[in-house]
């Protein structure tokens, strides 16, 4: 059975802000970025405490084919997605936590 997924606030700006940025490159990217998102998240969903233990008791979930990895918090019943982190950004940015919308 698959875990509920939340959403923090920044989790949601970067995922928008991702998906508008792909849009401008190239049609249909954005679509591709999204579906890329969608799978990995139902991945983790699935089984959420399969993927690495870091810092903090997050848990980092590599996107493949995109720069990005998912950091999330997982408390036995629901699964709180902190980022979806593009890997260029300064890496003590994707342990910071965000408020829970």
């Given at each position: 059975m698959a875990n509920k997924i939340i959403f923090s606030s920044f989790a949601q700006k970067e995922f928008r802000?991702?998906?508008?940025?792909?849009?401008?490159?190239?049609?249909?990217?954005?679509?591709?970025?999204?579906?890329?998102?969608?799978?990995?998240?139902?991945?983790?969903?699935?089984?959420?405490?399969?993927?690495k233990l870091t810092k903090f008791?997050?848990?980092?979930?590599?996107?493949?084919?995109f720069?990005?990895?998912?950091?999330?918090?997982?408390d036995g019943e629901m699964v709180n997605v902190v980022h979806i982190f593009?890997?260029?950004?300064?890496?003590k940015l994707k342990y910071k936590k965000s408020k829970v919308l």
């Amino acid at each position: 059975m698959a875990n509920k997924i939340i959403f923090s606030s920044f989790a949601q700006k970067e995922f928008r802000e991702s998906v508008g940025w792909y849009k401008e490159q190239s049609l249909g990217l954005d679509k591709q970025f999204s579906e890329f998102i969608y799978n990995s998240l139902n991945l983790i969903a699935k089984d959420p405490e399969i993927y690495k233990l870091t810092k903090f008791g997050l848990r980092e979930f590599i996107v493949h084919k995109f720069p990005f990895v998912i950091i999330d918090e997982y408390d036995g019943e629901m699964v709180n997605v902190v980022h979806i982190f593009h890997t260029s950004r300064n890496p003590k940015l994707k342990y910071k936590k965000s408020k829970v919308l």
